[in-house]
């Protein structure tokens, strides 16, 4: 089995910073990328940014210049700083990575249970 447990959501004024974190643990032998999603009340969910085992990131357009993914790959954990946040970042933020197991030859995408981020004053 392979678990993420995310952490590090809250209530934030705009212009505020917030600092999510993810861990992923379980019979994991490798991961490929890991990354963050949103989804908000009414939306489908979208990218946020990603980051594969090599460093390489990607962003959406809306975040770029405001978020920075980072990885710790001995930890197996995914972080993304956010700064400058608007209201419009309000979101359920899930946690994402493309996982292979151990005893296996496949990579799958597991999620994480999701951290709400508010923005309002």
């Known amino acids: 089995q392979v678990q993420l447990v995310e952490s590090g959501g809250g209530l934030v004024q705009p212009g505020g910073s917030l600092r999510l974190s993810c861990a992923a643990s379980?019979?994991?032998?490798?991961?490929?990328?890991m990354g963050w999603y949103r989804q908000a009340p009414g939306k489908e969910r979208e990218l946020v940014a990603t980051?594969?085992?090599?460093?390489?990131?990607n962003y959406a357009d809306s975040v770029k210049g405001r978020c920075t993914i980072s990885s710790d790959n001995a930890k197996n954990t995914v972080y993304l700083q956010m700064n400058s946040l608007k209201p419009e970042d309000t979101a359920v933020y899930y946690c994402?990575?493309?996982?292979?197991?151990?005893?296996?030859?496949?990579?799958?995408?597991?999620w994480g249970q999701g951290t709400q981020v508010t923005v309002s004053s």
């Open positions: 980051i594969t085992r090599d460093g390489i990131t």
């Open positions: 379980g019979s994991i032998f490798s991961i490929n990328t």
């Open positions: 994402n990575a493309k996982i292979q197991q151990e005893y296996s030859a496949y990579i799958f995408p597991f």
